[in-house]
């Protein structure tokens, strides 16, 4: 193998490298942003029953 071919091939992994670690990154701020949406609404389901349910 040609040394520019193997430094184009060890660019190339690098950057899927970086690639795969920024796509695990997304999905971890996805989540968390899922379940600080669903906190949300379980809180505000919460406080409009304990101010609209009891008599």
Sequence with gaps: MKPIERDELAKHQKLEAINARL?????????????????????????TYLLLGHP
């Design 23 to 47: 796509a695990q990154h997304d999905r971890k701020v996805q989540i968390t942003l899922l379940l600080v949406v669903v906190l949300n609404v379980v809180i505000l389901a919460v406080v």
